[in-house]
């Protein structure tokens, strides 16, 4: 089973700051195979990011993803007041698919 | 629109079974995945397993392994699922999502609260 390990837990910044997002493999996620889902209090998560640097549909551009192997990032350019809330990775690349802990973005 | 439906709210005592249920709609739901996710209280996302409700061929994930039944009705396109005997520990929310072959869950139901308690 592949372990993901996102970093930090919590990360405290300003609207209009850039947010870095970080996910780790304990071992090499296969063919890039790697989802960014946002998890509102008291919503569904809703998928952001497919295949590492895919946007979902409907997905605004602030959002990115990059990548591969076993180091991926969501990046966060220019916060707004929506989207502070839980972040979490999928691996979908080996049965089962594992999900990180996730990281809270809260606002500083 | 495509959307997955999920039944209400679940209060049980331990050892009692319940059935949850997904239903789809505004798509193919014989031709996707539906995954099961659990999110126990203040924790994180967990995959379950998944069924493909055109031939119900049904994967779990080893830790659910046993601990829980994926079943679907592709004639009333609903996916399900059930537990033979509740455990408090079980207390959590369960989404349903359609997973695409990919692996891709791109669309989730609103979830159902299950709450085992005596």
């Known amino acids: 089973e592949i372990v993901l390990t996102q970093s930090p837990g919590t990360l405290s910044l300003s609207p209009g700051e850039r947010a870095t997002l970080s996910c780790r493999a304990s071992?090499?996620?296969?063919?890039?195979?790697l989802a960014w889902y946002q998890q509102k209090p008291g919503q569904a998560p809703r998928l952001l990011i497919y295949?590492?640097?895919s946007r979902a549909t409907g997905i605004p551009d602030k959002f990115s993803g990059s990548g591969s192997g076993t180091d991926f990032t969501l990046t966060i350019s220019r916060l707004e007041p929506e989207d502070f809330a839980v972040y979490y990775c999928?691996?979908?690349?080996?049965?089962?698919?594992?999900f990180g802990q996730g990281t809270k973005l809260e606002i500083k | 629109e495509v959307q997955l439906v999920q039944s209400g709210a679940e209060v049980k005592k331990p050892g009692e079974s319940l059935k949850i249920s997904c239903k789809g709609s505004?798509?193919?739901?014989?031709?996707?995945?539906i995954g099961w996710v659990r999110q126990m209280p203040g924790k994180g996302l967990e995959w379950m397993g998944i069924?493909?409700?055109?031939?119900?061929?049904?994967r779990y994930s080893p830790s659910f392994q046993g601990q829980v039944t994926i079943s679907a009705d592709k004639s009333i396109s609903t996916a399900y699922l059930q537990w033979s005997s509740l455990k408090a520990s079980d207390t959590a929310m369960f989404y349903c999502?359609?997973?695409?072959?990919?692996?891709?869950?791109?669309?989730w139901g609103q979830g159902t609260t299950v709450t085992v308690s005596s």
């Open positions: 999502a359609r997973q695409h072959d990919s692996g891709i869950m791109d669309v």
């Open positions: 505004g798509y193919s739901f014989t031709s996707n995945w």
């Open positions: 069924i493909y409700p055109g031939d119900s061929d049904t």
């Open positions: 071992q090499s996620v296969s063919s890039s195979y």
């Open positions: 295949g590492t640097s």
């Open positions: 999928q691996q979908y690349g080996s049965s089962p698919y594992t």
